[in-house]
């Protein structure tokens, strides 16, 4: 919006500056990570008023976790609310990927908000039920996807130009990959800083990804798909690590707020639809490989556990086994940001082996 404004306003040299996505991306990054940080405090101590006894705690879960009662949930408003104002100001606004992206980030942050705000007024570990929430979630998706699908190939990484031609079966295929992003995250969003980080370094390298794919010369050279225009999806992935860089400022251990569905659906939704607008879905499942053990290691405990009635994880997610073992909160969660940058680096290797 700010370089459509210098542009009718005749101001060429702000205009230049601004024109260079780079640049965009960073005045994103600082812009959301000063409003996370100056709406933070009374924010958090709004919702600590209106929900009193905060968000409820898994009565069957670590002993350690219920010395959190109390502590306020949906703090997610806060990535939502900085990360809008951010991509309002810096993204080209004529750009169908910024409508794509918001309408996942706005329409999956709404379903998490409804998702928190039941369980608050029941004060019950369960919200809105399964069955509805993935009905909204899909149609959400869909929503998105018939904005920014022209091409229905799935392609390949470390291959050159090797692609798996889908038709309409890619537009199930990446709604899946959108609504499989937003619970991966949210299944992983159980410890304080836990799913927050992982989710700023994926962003990083997406942002990376979406710059090169952008690119004409760079996605010819590296032998990626070139998505026109999509290098402004670089400016989405810097707001939204500004935006979580913000909120881990309150969410380091000891939390003073929870993101609460509302922002891990709405943050996995981003990185889902992200990686689909520049057709790097299988790569968001080695770069976001930890929130895909998260959720495996919750799919496979239900699903032997039904049949066997035993468990093969002391507790689901995956975070909790190793807490059952004896492993400190802070060494769980630092232990899985180092495994989200190994990822990371792996998911940008796979551009040049081609």
Same mark, same amino acid.
């Given at each position: 919006?700010?370089?459509?404004?210098?542009?009718?306003?005749?101001?060429?040299?702000?205009?230049?500056?601004?024109?260079?996505?780079?640049?965009?991306?960073?005045?994103?990054?600082?812009?959301?990570?000063?409003?996370?940080?100056?709406?933070?405090?009374?924010?958090?101590?709004?919702?600590?008023?209106?929900?009193?006894?905060?968000?409820?705690?898994?009565?069957?879960?670590?002993?350690?976790?219920?010395?959190?009662?109390?502590?306020?949930?949906?703090?997610?408003?806060?990535?939502?609310?900085?990360?809008?104002?951010?991509?309002?100001?810096?993204?080209?606004?004529?750009?169908?990927?910024?409508?794509?992206?918001?309408?996942? *980030?706005?329409?999956?942050?709404?379903?998490?908000?409804?998702?928190?705000?039941?369980?608050? *007024?029941?004060? $019950?570990?369960?919200?809105?039920?399964?069955?509805?929430?993935?009905?909204?979630?899909?149609?959400?998706? !869909?929503?998105?996807?018939?904005?920014?699908?022209?091409?229905?190939?799935?392609?390949?990484?470390?291959?050159?130009?090797?692609?798996?031609?889908?038709?309409?079966?890619?537009?199930?295929? $990446?709604?899946?990959?959108?609504?499989?992003? !937003?619970?991966?995250?949210?299944? *992983?969003?159980?410890?304080?800083?836990?799913?927050?980080?992982?989710?700023?370094?994926?962003?990083?390298?997406?942002?990376?990804?979406?710059?090169?794919?952008?690119?004409?010369?760079?996605?010819?050279?590296?032998?990626?798909?070139?998505?026109?225009? $999509?290098?402004?999806?670089?400016?989405?992935?810097?707001?939204?690590?500004?935006?979580?860089?913000?909120?881990?400022?309150?969410?380091?251990?000891?939390?003073?707020?929870?993101?609460?569905?509302?922002?891990?659906?709405?943050?996995?939704?981003?990185?889902?639809?992200?990686?689909?607008?520049?057709?790097?879905?299988?790569?968001?499942?080695?770069?976001?490989?930890?929130?895909?053990?998260?959720?495996?290691?919750?799919?496979?405990?239900?699903?032997?556990?039904?049949?066997?009635?035993?468990?093969?994880?002391?507790?689901?997610?995956?975070?909790?086994?190793?807490?059952?073992?004896?492993?400190?909160?802070?060494?769980?969660?630092?232990?899985?940001?180092?495994?989200?940058?190994?990822?990371?680096?792996?998911?940008?290797?796979?551009?040049?082996?081609?």
């Amino acid at each position: 919006m700010l370089y459509l404004l210098a542009h009718w306003l005749h101001f060429e040299g702000i205009a230049n500056l601004i024109r260079y996505q780079s640049f965009r991306s960073g005045a994103a990054l600082m812009t959301a990570l000063v409003i996370g940080l100056i709406i933070g405090p009374r924010f958090i101590n709004m919702l600590r008023v209106r929900q009193g006894k905060g968000q409820p705690i898994r009565a069957d879960g670590p002993q350690s976790h219920l010395a959190k009662r109390g502590t306020p949930t949906m703090g997610g408003l806060m990535i939502v609310i900085s990360l809008a104002i951010s991509l309002l100001l810096w993204m080209d606004l004529t750009s169908k990927f910024v409508w794509a992206c918001l309408v996942v *980030t706005l329409g999956f942050g709404l379903i998490g908000f409804l998702d928190d705000y039941a369980k608050v *007024t029941k004060y $019950a570990h369960a919200g809105l039920s399964a069955r509805i929430r993935l009905l909204a979630e899909f149609a959400v998706a !869909g929503t998105a996807l018939a904005l920014v699908v022209t091409d229905t190939n799935l392609y390949l990484p470390i291959f050159s130009n090797l692609y798996v031609p889908m038709g309409p079966a890619y537009y199930l295929f $990446a709604a899946f990959v959108i609504v499989g992003a !937003g619970n991966a995250v949210n299944l *992983t969003d159980g410890l304080d800083g836990l799913a927050t980080m992982p989710v700023i370094i994926a962003a990083g390298t997406f942002a990376i990804i979406a710059y090169l794919a952008g690119r004409v010369d760079y996605a010819h050279y590296l032998g990626i798909q070139h998505v026109p225009r $999509a290098g402004e999806l670089s400016i989405f992935c810097g707001a939204v690590m500004g935006a979580g860089l913000a909120f881990l400022w309150f969410n380091a251990p000891p939390a003073a707020v929870f993101m609460g569905d509302t922002g891990s659906l709405a943050l996995g939704g981003t990185l889902g639809v992200i990686a689909v607008s520049i057709h790097h879905e299988i790569v968001l499942g080695i770069v976001g490989g930890l929130f895909v053990m998260e959720a495996v290691s919750v799919i496979v405990q239900v699903f032997v556990y039904k049949r066997t009635g035993k468990r093969v994880f002391r507790m689901a997610p995956i975070h909790h086994h190793f807490e059952q073992l004896g492993w400190k909160e802070s060494t769980v969660v630092i232990r899985f940001w180092i495994v989200s940058i190994v990822l990371a680096l792996l998911g940008l290797a796979t551009l040049k082996v081609r």
